[in-house]
């Protein structure tokens, strides 16, 4: 029986399309840049807001109305919305989906009935997949709920709860590559700290390294040629996380020897928590050769935490797809919807309406991105602004062949500096307007 019998599957219709259950922008066979738009963008949704989400809030209880969730965390029950799942991405055409252990599974009253019901849930998933011909983008284990992990998990004080989480890893990961999953995930929800004057900083973050060293030699034994990522964000659970922004997970995983199996998924919501923007994560990330996958959101600049809101701005769209294709795409990553629709907007076809606008909005910046790297006014500006590094003293600084000497006689000789040039940010802004404008 359809969980969503007024809902066909969603198809292309153009921009001048006025159906909320249409794409206006996303023609998963449109090409751009030689490659489809169902490629490039590699569309995910999560299972976590999308199916487990109920509206919930610090204010008041779930609002959201799931005519195929009987509200209990049992087997039965999530067998069931296994089912709801997979005829969501259906009819979405996503091709993608991702999940923490416990979103799919219940936990049991010990660990090994957690990993009986995971064994069972994992098979339902597999047979939908076969079924359905929809994708693990990436599996990760819910490391931060259960009130064990009140102290983190590989950060933990407590040697039996690290114990317990590498359990819950090994776990996860075996399944995720049982079901073809082309990623695995960290995200360190409560790996950090809310007080420096009961932290050992040192050993927790040793520890850390020590667990994803743990996950690295599991994922060879295993046979699971995944990509490993880490996810940043500065706060929220805790008031500070050890992956508080893409330069701080680089810098841990140069510091522990893991920078050669693992890249970052960046999210939006995340950079803007860290004071940053997406594009500079994105751009900070792809330098480094460690740009992954996305988180698809959004949150809103006037509060100051993590609303996870479906992303539909076409400026930041354009910016992000700007980056992604400037380094070369996002590999086995994709762009994950960890987003939920807000609280009033409680009935299903709301996650509809929700997904399709993000959908349309990455379609639309990646459209704008391309067409500003076919134009190439902005690159060539660029490299103009910093043609004094290609030839003469720059050159000869850029290739190690001077010092301070070389370069304090330089400067008597020729007395001052040349005159600088305006960074014409004004006008490149105005730029990219007009790109908006075109696509």
Not at 219 to 224: E, L, N, T
Not at 270 to 277: E, S, V
Not at 280 to 292: F, P, R, S, V
Not at 364 to 387: E, H, P, T
Request: hydrophobic share 35%; aromatic share 12%.
């Amino acid at each position: 029986m359809s969980a969503f019998p007024d809902v066909d599957t969603i198809q292309y219709e153009g921009p001048d399309s006025d159906n909320p259950l249409a794409f206006r922008w996303y023609n998963p066979d449109e090409m751009v840049e030689g490659k489809s738009m169902r490629d490039h963008l590699r569309f995910s949704v999560v299972y976590w807001h999308t199916f487990r989400g109920t509206g919930s809030d610090p204010f008041g209880p779930g609002t959201a109305v799931r005519p195929w969730d009987d509200g209990t965390d049992s087997v039965d029950n999530a067998l069931k919305r296994v089912d709801v799942a997979f005829e969501f991405f259906q009819k979405l055409q996503a091709p993608y989906y991702a999940f923490h252990d416990r979103d799919v599974s219940p936990e049991g009253s010990n660990l090994a009935e957690s990993h009986k019901n995971f064994d069972r849930l994992a098979q339902a998933l597999k047979d939908q997949q076969q079924a359905t011909g929809v994708k693990l983008l990436w599996g990760t284990c819910n490391l931060f709920s259960h009130p064990r992990y009140m102290h983190g998990a590989a950060t933990t004080c407590n040697a039996d709860v690290f114990a317990y989480a590498a359990s819950e890893v090994k776990k996860c990961l075996e399944i995720t590559n049982d079901l073809g999953g082309e990623n695995y995930v960290f995200w360190g929800g409560r790996e950090g700290y809310q007080n420096l004057y009961n932290t050992d900083m040192k050993r927790e973050l040793d520890n850390l390294g020590r667990f994803l060293h743990m996950a690295v030699d599991h994922a060879k034994k295993i046979g699971f040629t995944g990509q490993f990522l880490i996810e940043p964000k500065p706060k929220e659970p805790t008031k500070h996380q050890y992956d508080s922004d893409a330069a701080a997970c680089l810098n841990f995983l140069r510091a522990y020897g893991l920078e050669d199996h693992f890249k970052l998924n960046i999210e939006t919501n995340h950079a803007t928590l860290a004071g940053h923007t997406m594009m500079h994560e994105l751009d900070y990330a792809g330098m480094q050769n460690a740009l992954g996958s996305i988180d698809a959101n959004t949150g809103d600049l006037l509060l100051g935490w993590d609303t996870d809101q479906f992303p539909t701005d076409y400026y930041q769209t354009a910016q992000a797809m700007w980056m992604i294709l400037k380094h070369g795409g996002l590999g086995s990553g994709g762009v994950n919807f960890d987003a939920k629709v807000r609280r009033e907007s409680f009935e299903p076809i709301d996650l509809f309406y929700a997904h399709i606008g993000g959908m349309d909005a990455f379609a639309k910046g990646l459209k704008i991105a391309a067409a500003i790297r076919a134009d190439g006014q902005m690159q060539s500006f660029v490299k103009d602004r910093y043609a004094s590094w290609d030839s003469g003293i720059g050159a000869k600084i850029e290739a190690g062949q001077v010092g301070l000497e070389e370069l304090q006689a330089y400067m008597l000789e020729k007395g001052q500096s040349d005159a600088n040039t305006s960074g014409r940010q004004e006008m490149l802004e105005n730029v990219f307007n007009r790109y908006i404008d075109r696509v």
